[in-house]
């Protein structure tokens, strides 16, 4: 028994963990980071943490646009590009920015022997060459018009403390040019970070931040409303009246850079091939009221595969379809198809915010026009994986896209390029659809850096997937949050929580 | 014995390989982890290149192989997601789960041995009737909906203790009683039974004619007979105990394996999944040995050969 008291005394004498009060803002995710490495991950969680930590050679803003940080780049012709690095920055451990440093991240991105989960983003680059102290020169082997948004994914690491520590424990232990500071890491407990007052753009306004993983939704809540953290992430629809109704915190949206939609197997003889019958499925779907009465209105519908936020969208060829079961009946009617026709369609559960709901009210809409769409509902890992093998057992399929490069290309080639270019590239893994002009506007838009062209073309672009329907187009998502009163904060539609933006008045 | 001892450690090899196996085949077949490991619109060129990296373009028996050879050197790959050893992030996680689970069993072996001795002594009076029920109640409740009514009543509504997370002893309160609550009803029913029919045997009956002292006999004729199912029965809900940790630790975001686990297997990070699997597998083998030599010790009869 004596040794018992002494075991409880013993764990009594632990320390007790993060508390939301004071200068210190708790932030409460669903999973901890995977690692701190700021290029090698590819989860917004993680993100999360490490965009307090780094900062990217460009940083993006809340509207979705880009603006020069830890530098400037211009285009010198088609191919080369002329950086310029910010003077007077330095990291964590005193070490300095300049040209080397910046040089010593692109050969880590770009090394061929040992790739890293962000060195997708920059593969056009053919070589990087220092020119000056802050100077480099950039070359790449064809256009690169994404090069600038794509500098968002950019974020800086040390050269010196990487090639004395070692790769492994600068993912543990990491130093950046960011506002705050590395403190600790409690693997899936909580990870402290601390003021840097020496941050180059400015003091940050709240001391500490603490993130803490917490995976079970209506845990995070209960932790919101009794002041225990400060900002939750994914909060539910189904918990935004409780949240307002506490006194301690609200519910704050943005509309995030997710569309959500139905893809069509439009290559099959059935009648998914057929135009008008896609236009059909999207006039007999009602948007508004899946947003209303699925998501608890935190949607906006819209008619294209872009969001405002994105490059190239355009408001008028965007605009979503009506809702007009007379007029998808007619040309269900006019396709040969009057009593309707039978299809199947999946969806993923869990994976966007009430997936399964959605796709079951598409469902029961289409029916009210005599469609009759067999719903088959997966895991997401393997629904996933069906998708990029292309080995799809449905004739549709629910799947979100979230464009974080704010580029149209991004989705317009990615999801719906179908390889008819000659000498250009061959279909892209996602995409079903097949319009010779689309695919030559799209691949243009690859090759000009000027951005006035781009514009025009995914214009032309658009107007031919307003006419093919490739999809049932749905709406743009919105991210939820639960933030504690006391703090002045507001969501961004990149889903990164930036602890720099964020204030505590009490 | 000695012998013994021995044999039953090399079927804990044979024990550990079959699990090895079995978790490099499920997640063989559960399909290619290279898909969720790159941005959704990374191109097949950047998938091709990972999978040649991680070695995934072999053919199933040269994984297989690879796999077996590491193994036998106690070296599970590292992470798909961090990049760190898979052990060595499995062990870590070990030591909160080891924790709550050995909280989760002193608690219930402290309320649920004293709780079926007291029913069967008091056989047929209300407190026999009152305990029973409370066990039976214990067993049926779901560890989800009992963790997310402690939580609400302590944590939400008599801030008396905190809702998630790890660090002091305070933290540990409600997902002990959460973990521990099933194998508390086990205990209490099963000494209940054990004590009854060990109050009604023989040796019992002489050590009463004998003017032993009742708390004498109860305790030490009639339960340490008792005992062997009980043991028998902790053994076993050590399995449980890890296994309901998976749930408690979500709800409690207790920084534990269960919960780690849970996450690797839907990102499909084959090394840490395997890593967690043999540890398990050796863990719970280890476990039934400790229990089948505590036989010995409780009762003398036994003989292992």
């Not at chain 1, 593969?123 to 256009?143: N, Q």
């Not at chain 1, 704010?406 to 000498?423: C, E």
């Amino acid at each position: 028994m004596r040794k018992i008291t002494l075991l409880v005394l013993f764990i009594l004498g632990a320390s007790f963990s993060a508390w939301a009060a004071g200068d210190t803002l708790v932030i409460a995710q669903g999973v901890d980071a995977t690692t701190l490495d700021p290029v090698n991950h590819q989860e917004t969680p993680t993100g999360n943490v490490t965009s307090n930590i780094f900062d990217n050679f460009y940083r993006r803003l809340p509207n979705g646009k880009y603006q020069p940080w830890l530098g400037e780049v211009k285009a010198l012709d088609n191919l080369t590009w002329e950086m310029t690095v910010r003077k007077g920055v330095k990291f964590h451990d005193g070490e300095e920015l300049n040209a080397d440093v910046i040089k010593f991240n692109f050969d880590r991105l770009l090394n061929p022997d040992k790739p890293l989960k962000y060195s997708t983003y920059f593969k056009p680059i053919k070589s990087v060459e220092v020119v000056g102290p802050y100077k480099l020169k950039i070359t790449t082997s064809k256009p690169f018009p994404l090069f600038l948004t794509r500098l968002t994914y950019f974020w800086v690491v040390p050269k010196k403390y990487i090639e004395d520590k070692g790769a492994a424990y600068f993912a543990n232990h990491p130093v950046g040019t960011g506002p705050y500071k590395f403190v600790k890491w409690i693997k899936d407990q909580e990870i402290d970070l601390a003021a840097n007052e020496d941050y180059w753009a400015g003091k940050p306004k709240i001391k500490k931040v603490v993130f803490r993983p917490i995976p079970e939704a209506s845990s995070r809540v209960a932790e919101l409303v009794t002041g225990g953290v400060d900002i939750i992430t994914n909060l539910a629809p189904e918990a935004i009246d409780s949240v307002n109704a506490s006194g301690v915190a609200e519910a704050r949206t943005v509309p995030s850079i997710r569309n959500i939609f139905v893809e069509l197997d439009v290559k099959g003889k059935g009648p998914l091939h057929d135009p008008k019958v896609r236009l059909a499925l999207n006039y007999a779907v009602d948007k508004e009221s899946i947003i209303k009465h699925v998501l608890g209105g935190n949607g906006t519908a819209v008619g294209c595969p872009l969001n405002t936020y994105m490059f190239g969208y355009d408001e008028d060829l965007c605009k979503p379809f009506p809702y007009d079961p007379a007029k998808a009946k007619k040309l269900l009617a006019e396709a040969g198809y009057p009593n309707g026709f039978s299809f199947t369609m999946g969806s993923p559960s869990g994976r966007y915010l009430n997936d399964r709901q959605v796709a079951e009210a598409v469902v029961g809409q289409l029916a009210k026009v005599g469609v009759k769409a067999d719903l088959r509902v997966q895991e997401w890992s393997s629904y996933v994986g069906q998708i990029l093998q292309r080995k799809i057992p449905t004739d549709a399929w629910l799947i979100g896209w979230g464009n974080a490069q704010f580029d149209a290309d991004n989705t317009l080639f990615t999801l719906l390029y179908g390889g008819n270019v000659k000498g250009g590239p061959k279909r892209t893994v996602f995409s079903y659809f097949s319009d010779p002009q689309f695919d030559e506007y799209v691949l243009q838009a690859q090759s000009v850096v000027d951005q006035s062209k781009r514009q025009e073309l995914y214009k032309k672009a658009l107007e031919r997937v307003r006419a093919g329907a490739p999809w049932i187009f749905l709406y743009q998502q919105e991210d939820i949050y639960g933030v504690n009163k006391r703090v002045k904060w507001q969501p961004r539609p990149d889903e990164l929580i930036w602890a720099f933006d964020a204030e505590i008045v009490k | 014995m000695l012998t013994y001892i021995i044999r039953r450690l090399l079927l804990v090899i044979i024990v550990v390989w079959g699990a090895a196996t079995l978790a490099f085949g499920l997640l063989y077949l559960s399909g290619d982890p290279v898909n969720l490991l790159l941005p959704l619109d990374a191109g097949q060129e950047a998938r091709a290149e990972l999978r040649h990296a991680y070695g995934f373009d072999q053919p199933i028996y040269v994984q297989y192989g690879r796999y077996l050879l590491k193994l036998i050197h106690g070296d599970f790959g590292t992470s798909l997601r961090s990049e760190e050893p898979a052990l060595g992030l499995v062990l870590v996680r070990m030591g909160p789960t080891l924790l709550l689970a050995g909280w989760g069993l002193l608690f219930a072996v402290l309320l649920g041995v004293p709780a079926g001795v007291v029913a069967a002594v008091r056989k047929g009076s209300l407190v026999e009737l009152l305990t029973m029920t409370l066990a039976l109640l214990g067993q049926s409740v779901p560890v989800f909906w009992l963790g997310l009514m402690l939580i609400l009543v302590f944590g939400l509504r008599l801030h008396w203790l905190p809702i998630s997370g790890a660090g002091s002893w305070k933290h540990l309160i409600l997902p002990t009683i959460t973990v521990g609550t099933f194998v508390t009803a086990s205990i209490a029913r099963l000494t209940r039974s054990g004590v009854i029919q060990e109050l009604r045997s023989d040796h019992v009956r002489t050590a009463r004619a004998k003017g032993l002292a009742g708390r004498v006999v109860v305790y030490k004729h009639a339960l340490r007979n008792a005992a062997i199912p009980v043991v028998t029965i902790i053994g076993l809900q050590l399995g449980a105990l890890l296994s309901g940790a998976v749930i408690t630790e979500t709800i409690f975001a207790w920084p534990g394996i269960g919960r780690f686990v849970l996450i690797a297997v839907s990102q499909r990070d084959f090394p840490v999944v395997q890593a967690t699997v043999v540890v398990f597998a050796l863990l719970l083998a280890f476990v039934n040995l400790i229990v089948d030599l505590a036989y010995l010790w409780l009762d003398p009869r036994v003989r292992y050969s």
